[in-house]
């Protein structure tokens, strides 16, 4: 260990890397993955032992799958689907509610009729 004659203390080696440090460092930048054919290539793929997640996107373009190693040691596989458009939201109006209001009250007093009978 080099001495720093400053401080009368001993420093780290800065070029020493911790072992959780050198994992950190060793791992790719960037998604893991790689284009697919079909659905049931994935199950047979290899992925990272670390946990990191590896994605597939099919060809055609339908779906991406991702595929990731659990602690207890099988894979989860996961697959995403684009969603189809949803149809635009109506939102109620006073007189929509004021109308319901009113078929409410009728209904209320048909239920008081029923019960007197």
Known sequence: MPYNYYTNQYMPNPYYLRPQEQ???NRPSGLQGKMIDN???V???DIPLD???SY???ADGSAIVSKQLQQDGTS???IYKPG???KPIKYATESDLNIIKEELTNLKKQI???KVE
Do not use: D, R
């Open 23 to 25: 994992m950190q460092y």
């Open 39 to 41: 659905i049931e290539v």
């Open 43 to 45: 199950k047979a793929i």
């Open 51 to 53: 946990g990191s997640t």
């Open 56 to 58: 597939f996107p099919l």
């Open 76 to 78: 989860k596989i996961i």
């Open 84 to 86: 189809e458009e949803s």
């Open 112 to 114: 008081e009729e029923k």
